[in-house]
């Protein structure tokens, strides 16, 4: 037995915290009975109703994308822009573990494990997330230790992070900095060299947990073997 909004989260159709909102919200029925609490608990044999569809349980499914700019980390655009869907070839409700910017570049992970996504997403979890920023002007000493140690962000202070610069290029004056967050808040990294003054011109995400996109060419894809996957549950 397992609770209904686990039962739902887990066969790929929402997020736990969605599949609660439909719940309270009357959209899902057990057996042809709209229920409307979340402790209910439900196994195999019952016929589960999500927004007038039967639910079925889909095979888990796990990619790993080199996300290319100009596309959307979503499973839909409402002005028609392309999505990191629409780069992978199946039929499972899959859905992308977080969100890079448009146009940001690099690793994202996709599935339709809920329980996986959850785990990977909470911020307890940490995650490490490793990127490579090319920014304007010269990244000075001082700034990347106040990154690394800690900027407010809408009145929030980042948590401690990892930011070096790599390489300054005189001729365009551009420096190309190395990121580490643990964190995954919307447009951290831009937002962060923002807060200090710096223009984002490009920016990549080379490593999430210990995946990287070795192999890879932008805009491909692989699955996760088994043993990734257990991995990244293991980051539990
Ligand atoms: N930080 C950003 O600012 N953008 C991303 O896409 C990812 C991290």
Known sequence: MERLQKFISNAGVCSRRK????????????????????????????????????LKHELKEYYLLYKPR????SV?????????????????????????????????????????????????????????????GFFRKEDAIKLSSGVNLDGVKTKPAKFKLDKYDKKSDTSYVKV?????????????????????????RERYAFLDLKGLKSGEYRELSTHEVKQLYSLK
């Open 19 to 54: 599949a609660e909102d439909l719940i309270l919200n009357g959209k899902v029925s057990v057996n042809g009975e709209v229920i409307r609490e979340l402790g209910t608990k439900v196994n195999g044999n019952d016929t589960v109703i999500v927004n007038g569809e039967i």
């Open 70 to 73: 100009e596309v959307i980390s």
């Open 76 to 136: 839909s655009d409402d002005k028609g822009r392309k999505t990191v869907i629409d780069l992978i070839d199946t039929k499972a409700r899959i859905y992308p573990i977080g969100r890079l910017d448009y146009d940001t570049t690099g690793i994202i992970l996709l599935t339709n494990d809920g329980e996986l996504s959850n785990i990977l997403m909470h911020p307890s979890r940490n995650v490490t997330k490793e990127y490579y920023a090319k920014i304007k």
């Open 180 to 204: 580490i967050i643990t964190e995954g808040r919307n447009h951290q990294v831009r937002n962060m060299f923002m807060s200090l003054g710096y223009d984002t011109i490009k920016l990549k």
